[in-house]
């Protein structure tokens, strides 16, 4: 087992031990992220979101997933809020906000 899926076992566990902090279900959807598997993260994203509502990096990162997921509308929306929440994403995510913008235009 590679250090990566080590590590989303860990934060999948993390999860368990603490269903109520929004903070390990943020990186488990990371960490799902850069293993490309985008449709599982956004259930850990969604779960974060719950928790905590303001969790701009949870709902950015979803957004990412969704633009990979070919959702552009909600990829587009979920980026905007982020950068709304937390503007020291916009650097980040704002290449991903106007993609998914210029794809729902494309549409």
Excluded at 33 to 52: G, H, Q, W
Excluded at 73 to 101: C, F, M, N, V, Y
Aim: net charge positive; proline share 4%; glycine share 6%.
């Amino acid at each position: 087992m590679g250090k990566l899926d080590a590590a989303v076992d860990d934060f999948a566990k993390a999860c368990a031990l603490a269903p109520t902090r929004d903070g390990p279900w943020t990186r488990l959807g990371i960490l799902r992220m850069r293993r490309s598997e985008f449709a599982l993260a956004v259930p850990a994203f969604d779960k974060a979101i719950e928790l905590n509502a303001k969790n701009a990096a949870a709902i950015g990162n979803r957004g990412i997933c969704e633009y990979h997921l070919g959702r552009f509308s909600e990829s587009h929306r979920d980026l905007k809020r982020a950068i709304e929440l937390d503007p020291t994403l916009g650097e980040q995510l704002a290449k991903w906000r106007d993609l998914a913008a210029k794809k729902l235009k494309d549409e």
